[in-house]
């Protein structure tokens, strides 16, 4: 198989056929493969070992490589095995763009891999990211690149989120006090991770705080804020109370369907979510404008459970929405691409973290 070669280092990647390259920013392999096929043209064929960038590829490069990598999995195409390969060979990247298309790659598979292999991938997390977050501290420095602060409030959260690590998730509950006697206690990137960190190991009292603290906020950020980390939680019943406050005016109604997509989206709580919205679909549809359900119905593209995304299709298929019906069509297809990648991931992931 003949495989482009990238142009400013020696490595050669395997890339979709749908691959462009003049992207438009924010429009990516996975997106243009949903959107037009749902992945069914995809005819490229991986070798077991994912090729690294060597030290001449640039940042745009090295994001590519990622992207194509998980795209190709998502197709059937590769391989969990190579995933992890090329997320290895990139332990030492510094570039912030890259790092979140890492981060999203490793939450996705953990989001499939299921809860059986999250305790693997989660010490695997905490090798890949640790050096990469120490080597930044633990605090902004006078003068730093917005960018190096964004990258550490993104590397903080995935290692406590994901990698489950316990020193991070004890400096997440310290900056939440201070938080909450100084709004400005640390760097508003940090502030989002920090909130979202304690929302997902919130237990009734500190999801309390949250609503709280969203309540006497000073600033429509901060609100939004703690408010939106109530749909966090992993407890489900904790984000069921949440959908209940979307339907109430403590919400506003510009914000509802964002934060109900939020809930949804949220892997351990998704069919209790979707079983409210099954329940309130008529107060939903008038509640809010019409226009703006598409964007509470993205939040079934993350659904790996079969049984729910079928039952999730027939509703949607007996209840239309003409203002978003190809929208939602695109957001059922998706759907149905993280299904198939359920069924595959957690054999492989088994497999490749043993």
Known sequence: MRRPRCTACSSTAPRPPWRSTSRPTGWSATTRATASTGWSSATTTSPRSAPGPSATCPPSKRYGLVEDEWALLLAGRGSVDRVLGLLRSLAA?????????????????????????????????????????????????????????????????????????????????????????????????????????VAAHADQEVWDELRE????????????????????????????????????????????????????????????????????????????????????????????????AARITAFLAEHPVPQGAKVISQHVERMWVTVALADRVPAELAAALA
């Open 93 to 197: 990247e510094t570039d912030l763009s890259v790092w979140q298309r890492i981060v999203g790659v490793l939450g996705g598979l953990d989001r499939v891999g299921g809860d059986a292999h999250h305790e693997a991938l989660a010490a695997r997390v905490r090798a890949l990211l640790g050096p990469a977050l120490r080597a930044l501290g633990t605090t902004k420095a006078a003068g730093e690149p917005e960018r190096t602060t964004a990258l550490r409030a993104t590397l903080f959260e995935a290692s406590a989120r994901i990698g489950d690590d316990a020193e991070q998730l004890e400096v997440a509950r310290g900056h939440f006090t201070a938080l909450g006697a100084d709004p400005a206690a640390v760097d508003a990137d940090l502030a989002d991770a920090v909130v979202r960190v």
């Open 213 to 308: 603290r969203a309540a006497a906020a000073r600033t429509p950020q901060d609100r939004l804020r703690h408010q939106g980390a109530l749909a966090d939680s992993s407890d489900p019943a904790l984000v069921r109370r949440f959908c209940e406050l979307v339907l109430t005016d403590e919400v506003r109604t510009q914000d509802g369907l964002f934060l109900l997509r939020r809930a949804l989206a949220n892997r351990h709580a998704t069919a209790e979510v979707w079983a409210f919205v099954e329940d309130h679909w008529d107060e939903l549809s008038t509640r809010f404008p019409s226009a703006s359900v598409p964007r509470l119905v993205d939040g079934i593209r993350g659904v790996g459970d079969r049984e729910l």
